[in-house]
């Protein structure tokens, strides 16, 4: 068992849990997942790590309630207890000195591209981050940004904070005006998609994460898999990272609907038994 | 006078034409009256060339006659000098192509069911409460095992009895390997398995799941800052091989493994009570007859659509699978398309499988309507460890290399077994799996001088 120390409510959707698991939190690194299997009855849902402290033994995990397991997942406190949580999965993101990098996060991917962001400026990089959120009531860790960002660039959909609109519209502004040596995009997948789009023809290498369903995360049933300019690779143990430009997303879209009818179906009962 | 001839005993089956209604075993197991006429069929050969069909060298002829004499407590005792799982094995073990295919009887009349014998101790042992009670003296030793499949655990039991303190690092959430995720409940119930793998940790042996070695810890930092003096690395073949054809990536195309795993070990049977759907359809198709192919056409089966095909390239007689699972699958109304290769999977307008281009004998084509396609082509080397550990030396498809006798890999006190290792001419089954878990534990106690 493992116990969640604290959690917080980013909106009304969107919480943060801080899970001990020392042995993860010591071996972990930017880029990486954990699976999470919360009881006996659950389903094994992959997440990003979001931070990660080997001094006080946590992992740190951001999550958007989008279906039965995650609103369960709410409901947790601190103190509570998860069965299962498994990591760190996946390859970590290549941390070098790429010169200047662009970080993008979109809606609940702000957070995966945290860690990212810290590592590339401790390695020297000169950070431009652009984090987007359909409205200023859904933002968090604007602080976290500011702190390792050479520029923090803010988007809502709505204009009710920082510039309205996506956050395609600034990335395509900074690539033309400036040098840009590399393009780390994480969200939606139509944003990473359109990320990827903006930068192909500058040749600029765009890093997505994929996030494919996932059953094991180790290599085992190729739920994951994501073709790859032609090849098939699975995403928990050849990614998440991805060459954005060789990724095909329109593969991945259709594959993320594979449980569509069935997740409604458990929406409904739980529904169902909450009204019970 | 000739002596009369004992048919060789039968075990109660479930009825055939319920079976598909649920996920209860198959096959009920002896009766003791039953194990008891069935082991007076055994002739107590002077040569037991039985034993020479298993690969773990069971005392066949001694345990048999112990239950002939209803003695089943000396008689588990003497399979657990090579076995720790007889409930298992006796179920899963390809018996006609192992003892059974060496039984002197065999010759002139029906072998001995020596597979069901086995169960059958295994079961009364269990029913007992019976379990290993070696007396274990620690050496001051430590052993770390990766992956708790049957290669492993069969490691861990030889080293802990020799006093060896082991821990097994398991990657999923529940130990056991294929015996877990893969071989479904009707033919291998999983209360059993547990059971089985509880008489590993009754003995000292922790189990540590969650754990995936190369990721939380690479075989280095194992032998280094954890100083474990000995690793055994026993993480099977689990990555699924592709089909290769068009049509593999659309919606309703998925591996024998990630179907088994959402039925097995997440209980996708029982979704939405548990939380992971299976996401099969009406009309299955299962490419492959081997094991996991049959396994995976009759959990498909049990999961109540309307046709479940097997596609195979080959023809019945080639199948590796179990003859006895085959004719289960028979029974039970899978639907076996023989000397039949996919050609292309056909997609509907928004990706979902809407059938599958076939040819059959290499010419004729047809067209098989199904909207769920299940690949069961075998499975490769799991990459991680690989990746994670520079100096281990693997084979061009990412199997590790071994020296014979050992089983040390090219890393000093750094051994392998099972599936991710191969061995040329051998099928890859539970046992061989524990032999080989059984020869590397050897060569562990040998590294570590106290053999
Ligand atoms: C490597 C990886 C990292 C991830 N990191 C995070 C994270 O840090 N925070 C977070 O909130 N979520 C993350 N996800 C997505 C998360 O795993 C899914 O949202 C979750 O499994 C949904 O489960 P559910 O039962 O609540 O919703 P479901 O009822 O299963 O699905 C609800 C909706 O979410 C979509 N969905 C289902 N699976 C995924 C998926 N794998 N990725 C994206 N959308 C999905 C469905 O299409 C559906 O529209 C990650 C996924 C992967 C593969
Ligand atoms: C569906 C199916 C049916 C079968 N039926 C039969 C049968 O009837 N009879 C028979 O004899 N054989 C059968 N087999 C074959 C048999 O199950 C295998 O040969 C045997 O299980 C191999 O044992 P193993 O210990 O090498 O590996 P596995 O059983 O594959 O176990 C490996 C374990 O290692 C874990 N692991 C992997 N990587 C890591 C890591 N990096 N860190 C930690 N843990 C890790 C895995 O999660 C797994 O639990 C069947 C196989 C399948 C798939
Ligand atoms: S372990 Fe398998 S091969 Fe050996 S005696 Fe038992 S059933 Fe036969
Ligand atoms: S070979 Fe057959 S008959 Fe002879 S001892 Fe073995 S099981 Fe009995
Ligand atoms: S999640 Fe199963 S192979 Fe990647």
């Known amino acids: ?83 299962d949580i498994a990591g760190p999965l996946g390859e970590a993101s290549v941390i070098e000195n790429f010169g200047t990098t662009v ?161 409604k179906q458990s929406l409904d009962l739980r529904d169902a038994q909450k009204s019970n | 006078m000739p002596k009369k001839v004992i048919k060789r005993q039968a075990s109660a089956h479930l009825p055939p034409e319920t079976r598909h209604t649920n996920f209860t075993e198959v096959v009920c197991g002896y009766t003791e009256a039953e194990a008891i006429t069935e082991a007076g069929r055994c002739l107590q050969c002077k040569e037991p060339l039985c034993i020479t ?117 398991e990657a999923l959430h529940l130990p056991g390997g294929v015996l877990t995720y893969g071989i479904p409940e009707f033919r291998l119930p999983k209360e059993i398995v547990f059971r089985e793998i509880d008489n590993l940790t009754r003995l000292g042996v922790t189990i540590e799941t969650n754990m995936v070695i190369g990721r939380i810890h690479t075989i280095e930092e194992l032998m280094g800052q954890l100083s474990f003096d000995v690793v055994f690395i026993g993480t099977g073949a689990g990555y699924p091989m592709g089909l290769g054809v068009k049509g593999e990536s659309l919606n309703g195309v998925m591996s024998a493994n990630e179907f088994l795993t959402r039925v097995n070990l997440m209980h996708g049977y029982d979704f939405p009570r548990y939380g992971t759907p299976v996401g099969i359809g009406k009309n299955i198709a299962v490419i492959g007859c081997g094991n996991t192919a049959i396994d995976s056409a009759r959990t498909a089966l049990r999961l109540r659509p309307d046709n479940v ?71 490769l080397a799991n990459p991680i460890i690989a990746r994670t550990t520079p100096k281990l030396k693997v084979d061009r498809a990412g199997y590790i290399e071994t020296v014979a006798e050992t089983l040390m890999t090219s890393i000093p006190g750094v051994f392998a077994g099972g599936d991710i290792t191969k061995t040329p001419g051998t099928f890859t089954t539970v046992i061989h799996a524990m032999s080989t878990g059984r020869r590397a534990a050897r060569g562990m106690l040998k590294y570590l001088n106290v053999l």
């Open chain 2, 53 to 169: 069909g298993c690969p773990v060298r069971i005392n066949i002829k001694g345990f048999i006659n112990l239950i002939s004499i209803s003695d089943y407590k000396k008689a588990y005792e003497t399979i657990s000098e090579a076995n720790l799982f007889p409930s298992i094995c006796g179920r899963v073990c390809p018996q006609e192509r192992q003892c059974e295919a060496a039984c002197v009887l065999g010759k002139k009349q029906e072998p001995v069911s020596i597979g069901l014998l086995e169960r059958f101790v295994g079961d009364t042992a269990r029913q007992n409460d019976w379990h290993d009670t070696h007396e274990i003296k620690p050496i001051g030793k430590r052993a770390a095992i990766i992956g708790s499949g049957p290669a492993g655990l069969a490691c861990a039991y030889d080293l802990v009895k020799a006093g060896v303190s082991v821990v097994v690092f």
């Open chain 1, 1 to 83: 068992m493992f116990e969640i120390t604290r959690t917080e409510q980013f909106s009304p959707s969107t919480f943060l849990w801080e899970v001990r698991a020392p042995e993860i939190a010591r071996a972990a690194r930017p880029g990486q997942f954990v699976i999470v299997h919360c009881d006996e009855m659950s389903e094994r849902i992959p997440l990003t790590i979001a931070d990660f402290d080997a001094v006080s033994g946590t992992v740190t995990i951001v999550i958007q309630a989008a279906g039965k397991s995650t609103l369960d997942m709410m409901a947790y406190k601190a103190g509570d207890r998860i069965l």
């Open chain 1, 103 to 263: 970080l993008v996060g979109g809606g609940l991917g702000v957070a995966p591209v945290y860690p990212i962001l810290r590592a590339l400026k401790l390695k020297c990089c000169r950070t431009i981050s652009i984090i987007g959120f359909r409205s200023m009531s859904l933002m968090f860790w604007e602080g976290r940004f500011r702190e390792y960002s050479d520029e923090t660039i803010i988007v809502t959909d709505d204009g009710s904070y920082g510039q309205q609109g996506l956050v395609t519209q600034p990335l395509k502004r900074i690539i033309m005006e400036r040098q840009i040596d590399r393009v780390i995009a994480i969200g939606p997948l139509v944003m990473m998609k359109a990320c990827a789009e903006v930068t192909r023809p500058l040749n600029i290498k765009t890093i997505i994460s994929a996030n494919p369903i996932m059953v094991d995360g180790t290599g085992m049933c190729g739920s994951c898999r994501v073709s790859i300019g032609g090849e098939v690779k699975f995403a928990c143990i050849d990614g998440p990272d991805m060459d954005g430009h060789l990724v095909n997303f329109d593969e991945l879209i259709i594959r993320q609907k594979r449980f569509h009818k069935y997740e």
């Open chain 2, 309 to 379: 095909y097997i596609v195979y390239r080959k023809r019945l007689e080639e199948s590796p699978a179990r003859k006895e699972e085959l004719h289960h699958a028979m029974e039970e109304g899978v639907q076996f398309i023989w000397l039949t290769e996919v050609k292309e999977i056909i997609s509907d307008n928004e990706g979902w499988v809407s059938g599958m281009d076939c040819i059959r004998g290499g010419e004729t084509g047809f067209f098989l309507d199904v909207d769920t396609v299940i690949y069961a082509l075998g499975t």
